[in-house]
């Protein structure tokens, strides 16, 4: 288990060092990630270099028994870097630049950048790549965090190389866009330009497909930090710290690419479905290289500085959190930062040493968890999970996209399923429709309004081979280039599902609109439902939203029809048997009652069963990796297992044996 923090001693004088490393001893503290911002000090100028004090560091955390996590320092160029080559600096969408004075201000598709970083990181990849002390390599810093997208002339000319790439000829581009509508028909890639600041709507499929590129230019620049490091004679695992879901970036392409997956978790401790979207979070980057562990490479040990106001954890929310992180797979737990900054835009941000010294709860729960860590045993292996919620970036960059029938959460949606199956202690991976296949037993996709043709092809093939497959609503809309395909919608799904489509009558988005008047106009009965006596839902009645989508089940079977709204009478959810398995589709997407309905009923036709079976009390998390078992009382009260004979206080947890030995 490695357990320790980013270390930015270019922050402090010489003096400091020993004092930090002697207490990120007392701390337990196994791995420091070094020199994340650290630029400016390796390079002051054009043909200056200073490794000294970074040699000197290095072999003081080396004597000190302390590893080294060790960065490329690309993610903050120095204003000399600027202020010589202004080309490096990213534009706006009016092309305007982000200037120097920040972090990250650098367009990663600028020549003069990844000229500079190279020999920035080949400096340090010859020099560091066989020193002792160096355990792992991280490259540059959340890469794409604070300017996911950028326009400037670079990224048009690395834009329009990525589309003849993509496409070959101008006409494929063209006929990809759509591009007879509003006559924007290209007569070579020269006239290609990024989604500049447009009078009006900007094409879908071009948005899109600067996503894309933007997505695919991180990745590229952490490819190639990563060959140059590997150039270097570097044997070490590669990196770099996603962000769980990021917007911004697909890391399920990126992935392949990583010898670790290492996530940044920031969760705001005054949000309701903190807990849920922490868990989800871990599930996400462990789905990532499923079967593998994964490294929290930062979370915060207290309060961040960058929330409009930022409460502190409370009693034991460290730990808890930690937890959840090692229950789902982590093999190692990381913060931002060792030592609390005396200066600077992140001076209020808590840090395992605070600035208020060791007399604080921050050490003291510091320190705890050092020692906790430290007694663990040898950690399994994640497993897979019964249940897939597909989720999926280009889907999600497309499904939000404008001028649709709706406004679209998607994540927030995705969240919810998870919610429903996280409160029943069902472990859940979260993958892309094409992962889906016969290791699950049920596969939930909602809002999957863009399909590629391999995604197309896992989730037919999962409902024909026995799974349980539950899709919609929103889903099977268009294409990957966001083209409606020929014949309607639902062209793809629609026959395993058995259903037709007619339209899609959107509601009001739950966030935007009156309760009351969504409930009325969502509201679904289950019709009489024959098998569904083993679950609660043939009685219920619960709130669609999003849509109510008016549907043909032609060859299915209707288990819940719209009461009211613009689809009453009309089938809400319908089911289709195949063999042992079925393939479900909802026209709407239930409220939370009815998300804990459709779950429940879902589980029990498939089969995927909740951890060791159990049910657990509200606020109790449960998780498992192997036959590692992790219980969590995120409650405020006492909590008892009777299956385990536990009984947790609030914000405590235990790890349990599947053979029941804690
Ligand atoms: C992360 C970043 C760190 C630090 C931290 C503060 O996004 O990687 O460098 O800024 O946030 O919460």
Same mark, same amino acid.
């Given at each position: 288990?490695?357990?320790?923090?980013?270390?930015?001693?270019?922050?402090?004088?010489?003096?400091?060092?020993?004092?930090?490393?002697?207490?990120?001893?007392?701390?337990?503290?196994?791995?420091?990630?070094?020199?994340?911002?650290?630029?400016?000090?390796?390079?002051?100028?054009?043909?200056?270099?200073?490794?000294?004090?970074?040699?000197?560091?290095?072999?003081?955390?080396?004597?000190?028994?302390?590893?080294?996590?060790?960065?490329?320092?690309?993610?903050?160029?120095?204003?000399?870097?600027?202020?010589?080559?202004?080309?490096?600096?990213?534009?706006?969408?009016?092309?305007?630049?982000?200037?120097?004075?920040?972090?990250?201000?650098?367009?990663?598709?600028?020549?003069?950048?990844?000229?500079?970083?190279?020999?920035?990181?080949?400096?340090?990849?010859?020099?560091?790549?066989?020193?002792?002390?160096?355990?792992?390599?991280?490259?540059?810093?959340?890469?794409?965090?604070?300017?996911?997208?950028?326009?400037?002339?670079?990224?048009?000319?690395?834009?329009?190389?990525?589309?003849?790439?993509?496409?070959?000829?101008?006409?494929?581009?063209?006929?990809?866009?759509?591009?007879?509508?509003?006559?924007?028909?290209?007569?070579?890639?020269?006239?290609?330009?990024?989604?500049?600041?447009?009078?009006?709507?900007?094409?879908?499929?071009?948005?899109?497909?600067?996503?894309?590129?933007?997505?695919?230019?991180?990745?590229?620049?952490?490819?190639?930090?990563?060959?140059?490091?590997?150039?270097?004679?570097?044997?070490?695992?590669?990196?770099?710290?996603?962000?769980?879901?990021?917007?911004?970036?697909?890391?399920?392409?990126?992935?392949?690419?990583?010898?670790?997956?290492?996530?940044?978790?920031?969760?705001?401790?005054?949000?309701?479905?903190?807990?849920?979207?922490?868990?989800?979070?871990?599930?996400?980057?462990?789905?990532?290289?499923?079967?593998?562990?994964?490294?929290?490479?930062?979370?915060?040990?207290?309060?961040?500085?960058?929330?409009?106001?930022?409460?502190?954890?409370?009693?034991?929310?460290?730990?808890?959190?930690?937890?959840?992180?090692?229950?789902?797979?982590?093999?190692?737990?990381?913060?931002?930062?060792?030592?609390?900054?005396?200066?600077?835009?992140?001076?209020?941000?808590?840090?395992?040493?605070?600035?208020?010294?060791?007399?604080?709860?921050?050490?003291?729960?510091?320190?705890?968890?050092?020692?906790?860590?430290?007694?663990?045993?040898?950690?399994?292996?994640?497993?897979?999970?019964?249940?897939?919620?597909?989720?999926?970036?280009?889907?999600?960059?497309?499904?939000?996209?404008?001028?649709?029938?709706?406004?679209?959460?998607?994540?927030?949606?995705?969240?919810?399923?998870?919610?429903?199956?996280?409160?029943?202690?069902?472990?859940?991976?979260?993958?892309?429709?094409?992962?889906?296949?016969?290791?699950?037993?049920?596969?939930?996709?909602?809002?999957?309004?863009?399909?590629?043709?391999?995604?197309?092809?896992?989730?037919?093939?999962?409902?024909?081979?026995?799974?349980?497959?539950?899709?919609?609503?929103?889903?099977?809309?268009?294409?990957?280039?966001?083209?409606?395909?020929?014949?309607?919608?639902?062209?793809?799904?629609?026959?395993?599902?058995?259903?037709?489509?007619?339209?899609?009558?959107?509601?009001?988005?739950?966030?935007?609109? #009156? !309760? +009351?008047?969504? *409930?009325?106009? /969502? $509201?679904?009965?289950? @019709?009489?439902?024959?098998?569904?006596?083993?679950? %609660?839902?043939?009685?219920?009645?619960?709130?669609?939203?999003?849509?109510?989508?008016?549907?043909?089940?032609? #060859? !299915? +079977?209707?288990? *819940?029809?719209? /009461? $009211?709204?613009?689809? @009453?009478?009309?089938?809400?959810?319908?089911?289709? %048997?195949?063999?042992?398995?079925?393939?479900?589709?909802?026209?709407?997407?239930?409220?939370?009652?009815?998300? #804990?309905?459709?779950?429940?009923?879902?589980? /029990?036709?498939?089969?995927?069963?909740?951890?060791?079976?159990?049910?657990?009390?509200?606020?109790?998390?449960?998780?498992?990796?192997?036959?590692?078992?992790?219980?969590?009382?995120?409650?405020?009260?006492?909590?008892?297992?009777?299956?385990?004979?536990?009984?947790?206080?609030?914000?405590?947890?235990?790890?349990?044996?599947?053979?029941?030995?804690?």
């Amino acid at each position: 288990m490695l357990y320790g923090a980013d270390y930015n001693p270019d922050q402090w004088p010489e003096e400091v060092w020993d004092d930090d490393v002697a207490r990120m001893r007392e701390a337990g503290v196994t791995t420091v990630s070094l020199g994340i911002f650290a630029w400016s000090r390796l390079q002051p100028g054009p043909d200056e270099w200073d490794f000294g004090w970074l040699d000197r560091v290095i072999d003081l955390l080396h004597a000190g028994g302390i590893g080294v996590n060790l960065a490329t320092a690309t993610a903050s160029p120095p204003p000399w870097v600027t202020v010589r080559h202004p080309d490096v600096l990213a534009a706006d969408e009016n092309g305007a630049p982000y200037w120097h004075g920040s972090r990250q201000h650098h367009s990663p598709s600028s020549p003069t950048y990844r000229r500079l970083a190279a020999e920035l990181v080949r400096r340090i990849a010859e020099r560091y790549a066989h020193h002792p002390a160096v355990v792992m390599w991280h490259v540059d810093n959340e890469l794409g965090c604070h300017l996911p997208v950028e326009y400037g002339d670079s990224a048009r000319d690395a834009f329009r190389a990525w589309l003849r790439e993509r496409y070959g000829t101008v006409a494929a581009l063209d006929a990809a866009w759509g591009a007879d509508f509003w006559s924007q028909r290209y007569g070579s890639f020269d006239e290609v330009f990024p989604p500049r600041k447009a009078p009006y709507s900007r094409n879908p499929a071009q948005v899109l497909d600067y996503r894309r590129f933007m997505s695919d230019t991180w990745l590229s620049l952490f490819r190639m930090q990563a060959d140059i490091i590997r150039a270097a004679g570097a044997t070490q695992p590669i990196s770099t710290n996603m962000m769980g879901p990021f917007p911004h970036a697909d890391y399920a392409s990126w992935a392949p690419h990583i010898d670790v997956i290492t996530d940044d978790c920031y969760p705001d401790p005054s949000s309701p479905t903190r807990v849920r979207d922490i868990a989800f979070q871990r599930d996400l980057v462990r789905s990532l290289k499923r079967g593998t562990p994964w490294l929290l490479m930062e979370q915060a040990t207290d309060a961040v500085n960058w929330r409009p106001t930022n409460p502190s954890k409370r009693d034991g929310q460290l730990a808890a959190e930690t937890a959840q992180a090692i229950g789902r797979g982590a093999d190692g737990v990381f913060f931002f930062q060792w030592r609390q900054s005396r200066a600077g835009s992140e001076k209020f941000h808590s840090a395992m040493l605070p600035h208020a010294g060791t007399r604080t709860r921050t050490w003291e729960s510091v320190v705890e968890l050092g020692s906790a860590l430290a007694a663990l045993p040898e950690l399994p292996a994640p497993s897979d999970s019964p249940v897939a919620l597909v989720f999926d970036w280009e889907n999600w960059w497309a499904v939000e996209g404008a001028d649709h029938p709706g406004t679209v959460d998607y994540l927030g949606v995705v969240r919810a399923w998870y919610g429903a199956l996280h409160r029943r202690g069902v472990m859940v991976d979260v993958v892309r429709p094409e992962d889906v296949d016969g290791r699950y037993r049920l596969a939930i996709a909602p809002f999957l309004y863009l399909m590629r043709d391999p995604g197309v092809a896992a989730l037919r093939a999962f409902a024909a081979e026995g799974g349980v497959l539950a899709a919609g609503p929103f889903t099977d809309v268009v294409d990957e280039s966001d083209r409606f395909r020929d014949g309607g919608f639902l062209t793809q799904l629609g026959p395993i599902l058995g259903v037709a489509f007619e339209d899609f009558r959107p509601l009001l988005p739950p966030t935007l609109g #009156d !309760a +009351a008047a969504r *409930a009325g106009a /969502a $509201s679904v009965a289950a @019709a009489s439902p024959a098998e569904e006596a083993a679950v %609660a839902f043939g009685s219920a009645e619960f709130a669609g939203t999003f849509f109510a989508e008016a549907l043909f089940a032609d #060859d !299915a +079977a209707v288990l *819940a029809t719209f /009461a $009211s709204g613009p689809s @009453a009478g009309r089938p809400a959810i319908t089911r289709r %048997a195949h063999g042992s398995g079925s393939a479900w589709y909802l026209a709407t997407q239930p409220d939370e009652r009815g998300l #804990d309905l459709v779950v429940a009923r879902l589980l /029990a036709e498939s089969g995927a069963e909740s951890v060791l079976g159990i049910a657990p009390p509200p606020g109790v998390e449960l998780a498992q990796r192997g036959d590692l078992v992790t219980i969590i009382n995120h409650g405020e009260g006492e909590a008892r297992i009777p299956e385990l004979g536990l009984a947790l206080g609030p914000q405590e947890h235990a790890y349990v044996r599947q053979d029941g030995a804690a």
